[in-house]
């Protein structure tokens, strides 16, 4: 058992910044080969400065993870690069459609699904048969939210897809399962990103988060590494279809 990562090769999926950069910085310092994919190369590439001199190599290939002939390119661009691919984490995620559900258009809801769940299921289509050609199993994590586990109210769009990646990470957990693949999710709580700025930017919420969350402070994407890195290492081995929250405890009042 190993938290190491030598010779791996892994997708990170929202890698130039934020949880999907700490996620990086985890997985290449413990010897994996990482291609980050989001749509803006300048992003990606100040990533990978940021990662020079870990063990692992990181490369930035651009990609809108809601157009499937992206998702086609990145898989086919990592191959070049580093070979089969082992880690698949699926990151990147939108968060439009704020507000009252009966707001909520068509357009917000099909969007929301298109990047939360649609793309990560094609990049599962694209990556898992070849994983089960190869017979060396894999490990894929989703990255979901405590959205997805509790209703935010004001953000149907999002706990809805949030929910639906949670509940299909264990529908594929049980099917790839015999192959050695590995799936499960993560949950985080909130995190201090620009994804997340309406809410840490906000006093009201952070008194509360302070005065109820048994860790009573804004958590760090560094702090979300750590359980991507055992999820994507051997020492999960036995672990598969989980949900794994990392929230200061504020889901477990
Ligand atoms: N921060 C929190 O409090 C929190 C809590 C729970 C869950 N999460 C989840 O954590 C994950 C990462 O979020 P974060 O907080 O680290 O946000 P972030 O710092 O805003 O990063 C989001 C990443 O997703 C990429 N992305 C967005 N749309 C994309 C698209 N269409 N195609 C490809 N990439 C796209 C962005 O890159 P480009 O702009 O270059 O495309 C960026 O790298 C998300 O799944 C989010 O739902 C976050």
């Known amino acids: 058992m ?19 950069k700490a996620i990086t910085k985890r997985l290449a310092g413990a010897g994996a080969n ?10 990606l ?11 692992g190599k990181v490369a930035p290939v651009v990609c809108h993870v809601g157009k499937a002939d992206q998702l086609q390119n990145l898989v086919a661009e990592t191959g070049k690069l580093f070979g089969p691919v082992d880690i698949l984490v699926n990151n990147s995620a939108t ?8 707001d909520v258009s068509d357009e917000a809801l099909l969007k929301t699904m298109e990047i939360n769940v649609l793309a990560v299921h094609r990049l599962i289509r694209l990556l898992v048969p070849k994983m089960i050609e190869r017979g060396k199993g894999g490990s894929i994590i989703n990255i979901a939210s405590i959205a997805g586990l509790r209703p935010q109210p004001g953000g149907l769009c999002y706990s809805f897809t949030k929910a639906g990646l949670i509940m299909a990470t264990r529908i594929w957990a049980m099917e790839f399962g015999k192959h050695g693949i590995r799936v499960n999710a993560i949950c985080p709580g909130l995190i201090q990103t620009d994804f997340s ?12 988060l302070k005065a109820t969350q048994p860790l009573p402070y804004l958590g760090q994407p560094e702090e979300i590494g750590g359980m991507a890195l055992y999820l ?16 200061g405890g504020a889901t477990a009042r």
């Open 34 to 43: 990482v291609v980050i994919a989001s749509r803006k190369l300048d992003a």
């Open 2 to 20: 190993s938290f190491r990562l030598d010779g791996k090769t892994a997708i990170v999926t929202g890698g130039g910044r934020g949880i999907g």
């Open 197 to 208: 700025e309406y809410f840490w930017k906000n006093d009201e919420h952070m008194a509360r």
């Open 45 to 55: 590439e100040a990533a990978v400065q940021d990662c020079a001199g870990l063990d």
């Open 232 to 247: 994507a290492s051997d020492e999960s081995s036995y672990v598969t279809g989980q949900t794994m929250v990392v929230d």
């Open 95 to 102: 968060n439009i459609g704020q507000g009252p559900a009966l």
